[in-house]
């Protein structure tokens, strides 16, 4: 009976092997899968469980954990948290993160191969385990005045400040905003209270980040597209002649589209291109839509940034895009920004800053560095220039037809004018909504400065109308918050 | 089978010694492992590291100190690897224990409760008891044949004890899910951990003396020779109550493991692989029909095959010890560094995932070697003892032991459907250390019968050659004889006679032998081979234990009177059948 036995004994060693299989499946192979699973409590208490690393901008924390003595050992603050949630986004335990808490997620909490050997170092010397920092490009006082200047009116809206030559974003701000603290709270019911407060399902919800994940019709902004593709392609100059009637009819031979108010852009037939630039006449620029033909536009477009689904600054950014041009009508509708075009705030803000650029566009991003826990400086994010969009003379021409429309056209009427400054502008005024004639428009402005030597490019949009209804323009809403955040920028003395 | 011939020297051909110095440093070896494990915990936990840890890691060396010296006395010839194996499991298992009470009490505190009673020490007491009875049951059984003789009275016991939480109502058996306890008072005990022990020894003792119903030929079909369709009643009996098992104690774990030993115990007993054929069909019929009509049983399956599926509910604790598991990773968190207390009975039933969540699949491999080390010893024993009821009994209890180890790691693992069972040793929980403890004490018993030299009971009659006495056979080194002497060898010698016809012929002094037919060294050899690899092989001639008696020998072992239960009688025929 011993043949029996030594099968019984491979048997026994068969069940082990069976065992040990399993248990390299759970432990080794669906590992990954197992313990991301939301139902896992372990790795949120682990991460709760050691330091999470910082968010700090020009010297300022915005965002850090302390320790606490409960069950979760850190709490997470935040220091003047609406000013800059859309930018450090919340970490809470029951909803998640978003925001640089997301997209930072790997060095925050210190599991990023960039931190493996400080890691080790930890391990070696004893130290507590503790996330890497990461240090951004928002320039706190820049990030302050665009803030105040939203919410001193109770806009509803995004700013953007970019620096031309580098890409590194000096304030983004969405208004209305939250306060993130509540949502890292370590009880239960405040944070659920909190979340519900803020609508998280609603389409206006305040944990939406207009500047990045809202998209808007461009308005007459757009015409700086489609007039850096008129000037490329060699069209047109400042001096070419254009329509000045107060309206004209599309290609499909029934719509017709008009100027702002139904004025007429001179009192003439035609008006010089910088004329109908200054005072944003839209006919012209139809046409000149219509005349470039929808790949020359959407060429134009993609090059500045738009039609790019895959933008990361490193949150991801909702894809800006001109819509389908193939009808001659929606071209020229287009072409002054309506129609089916969308754009988030900050691909406005890189639009101008590109122009600002002598036609380079530079990747805009959030992150100038990442540190280890103790401030050195671990990775540096140097600036990513693309491929030139347009040449160096049209950027040039652009910016004195912006510098027209900042002194003598659309954005000469409003206030808080810089003294000694100039300043190059565009306003738009996009009409939205289901009933565009009488819904109130979103109010757009974009602006640089100072020529000849810009240091910051803005791009302001406050969402229906602001505090003036129907009445609202680019230049009377959007336009005192661009020039107060150019001048908060400047007052930092640039470089 | 002269390719198996090697299997069995790790156990025979080591020195002549009793082998319990390396016990005793294996236990030594263990304390130190417990020990530094504890260090580990109380390090990680951040608790006051202090002597204590010191001594309670001596205190766990003179508790097993204590059983090692019980072997000595009572069994010096046991196999010396089983008690240290079984003593690390246990003493892993407790730090394991020790380390969820930590746990629980840092979590009562949190709330401000009192902390819960520490389930470490209950499980030391335990564990005194265990060795207790371990110590209990090497004195008191001095030869494992004279439990053949209670073989029917353990089988009713057994079949009791395994139906018992059926028949009683829930609120006294049910215990997560499980109908598998009978709680009197505040104390739970597990029946079906005392059951295998018993349904074991019982089903030795019955296949030793009903060998023939089983080998009856039937018909041949496929290359294998079933039995006859009458001869099935002793299964088919089997069969009823693992199926009862299952439906009305909804545990598969029990049902495989009771009928797994079954099917096993008749393999070895007949060598007939029909039979496990036939219990496996029929088995698995049971469970597709218990799966197909036991709504309890469906749902088991179901989290079974979607361990994630109702994370909230049903599927909780399967998939939170998945989580601790994957968390663990393949070097774990370390110990006391996890969150093992995350999991549902996690020192209990779901100890394994705690093991592999703070070990990692390096720990857990390494606590599964260890069981496979247990089991195979206790294979390897019933390989070297020379009667059947003995083989019999350290195979069912070997086999036991991993098909346990089997049930609860699948279990929890996602490998079989879960059911709530302890791992042996490991486990917080008296029934299941107390009833192992039994368990290893009873395959010690066995293991010393089978490498005991005879002259240790039967002193040389005057007259025998006096060179190396106390050598077991299969140990002696072969010595030269000349050819004419060959008919009477030195003692410890193997019988030249290959063919083992005339082996009678070759015995002096009814020490050596007989030589199971084939098993005899190299066949035709004029002269048994010069020294070194000379010994036979392991299944040359057997170191005479009790039950290979010969004639001359008759009053110097206990053998049980003959026409009783016969285990001695049959041990003949199971070893010519090799």
Known sequence: ?495 | MPADRTALRPIVAAAVSTRRGIELALLALAAVITTGALVLVEANQNQQLNLTLLYLGLAYLALFGGAHLAVRKFAPYADPVMLPCAALLNGLGLVMIHRIDLARAAKAAQLGNPAPDADALRQVAWLALGLVIFVVVMWRVRDHRALARYGYTAGFIGLVLLGLPAILPSALSEVNGAKIWIRVGGVGIQPGEFAKILLTIFFAGFLVSKRDLFTTAGRHFLGMTFPRPRDLAPLLIAWVVAMGVLVFESDLGTSLMFFGIVLAMIYVATERSSWVLIGLVIFGAGAFAAWTFVSRVQLRVDVWLNPLGDPADTSFQVSQGLFGLATGGMLGTGLGAGRPDLVPLSSTDFIFTSMGEELGLVGLMALLLLYGLISTRALRTALAVRDTFGKLLAAGLGFTLMIQVFVVCGGVIDLIPNTGQAAPFMSYGGSSLVANYALVALVLRVSNAARQPATDKAKPEPGAVPAAPRTPLAEAHTQMVSRGDAATPPQGSPALDGDGADAHGAVTHGQAATPPRGTTPPRGAPVPPPHGHGAPGPQGPFPPGPAGAGAHRTGAAPQPPRGRTQPGEHGGGGRTRE
């Not at chain 1, 951004?136 to 105040?148: F, G, M, R, W």
């Open chain 1, 1 to 495: 009976m011993n043949t029996p036995l030594r099968r019984i004994s491979l048997v026994v060693m068969a069940l082990i092997v069976l065992l040990l299989g399993q248990a390299t499946w759970v432990q080794v192979v669906k590992a990954d899968e197992y313990k991301s699973n939301q139902y896992n409590q372990r790795v949120l208490l682990d991460e709760y469980s050691h330091q999470r690393g910082q968010i700090n901008a020009g010297g300022q924390v915005l965002a850090s954990s302390i320790p606490t003595d409960d069950k979760l050992k850190y709490l997470r603050q935040y220091a003047d948290g609406p000013m800059y949630a859309p930018i450090t986004g919340y970490y809470s335990q029951v909803y998640g993160s978003n925001g640089i808490e997301r997209a930072e997620d790997s060095i925050l909490n210190g599991s990023d191969d960039k931190l493996f050997v400080r890691r080790i170092s930890d391990v070696i010397t004893g130290r507590a385990p503790a996330g890497g920092n990461v240090a951004l490009t928002i320039d706190p006082k820049v990030q302050e005045a665009a803030y105040n200047a939203m919410t001193s009116k109770g806009y509803t809206g995004s700013v953007v400040a970019i620096r031309p030559q580098t890409g590194e974003i000096l304030a983004m701000v969405s208004t209305p905003s939250y306060d993130p603290n509540p949502l890292a709270s370590h009880d239960g019911a405040a944070q659920k209270a909190a979340w519900n407060a803020l609508n998280p399902d609603s389409p206006d919800s305040p944990l939406i980040d207009r500047a990045i994940s809202n998209t808007y019709p461009p308005g007459s902004t757009f015409k700086l597209v489609s007039t850096a593709a008129a000037l490329d392609a060699g069209m047109v100059t400042p001096d070419t002649p254009v329509t000045a009637a107060p309206r004209i009819t599309l290609p499909d031979g029934t719509t017709t589209l008009e100027n702002y108010n139904g004025e007429a852009c001179g009192s003439g037939p035609t008006v010089p291109l910088s004329v109908a630039f200054a005072k944003s006449c839209n006919g012209p620029f139809a046409q000149l839509a219509d005349q470039l033909g929808g790949d020359k536009l959407k060429a134009m477009a993609t090059a500045l940034g738009m039609e790019n689904p895959a933008q990361t600054i490193p949150m991801p950014v909702a894809e800006s895009d001109t819509g389908d041009l193939s009808d001659a009508s929606a071209l020229a509708q287009s072409g002054i920004g309506q129609r089916n075009v969308r754009m988030t705030p900050l691909q406005n803000a890189m639009i101008t800053a590109t122009i600002a650029n002598n036609g380079v566009p530079v990747a805009p991003h959030l992150v100038s560095e990442i540190q280890g826990s103790d401030l050195s400086v671990v990775d540096t994010t140097s600036p990513d220039s693309g491929s030139r969009a347009f040449s160096s003379s049209t950027a040039s021409t652009l910016t004195q037809l912006m510098i027209g429309s900042e002194n003598g056209g659309t954005g000469s009427t409003s206030s808080g004018k810089i003294p000694g400054v100039q300043l190059a502008s565009k306003t738009g005024t996009a009409e939205q909504g289901p009933t565009p004639k009488t819904s109130p428009p979103h109010t757009w402005y974009d602006v640089f400065g100072p020529v000849p030597d810009p240091q910051v490019a803005v791009s302001v949009i406050v969402e229906k109308g602001g505090n003036r209804g129907d009445d609202a323009t680019g230049s009377s809403v959007a336009g005192p918050v661009g020039r107060a955040v150019v001048a908060a920028a400047l007052q930092q003395g640039g470089r």
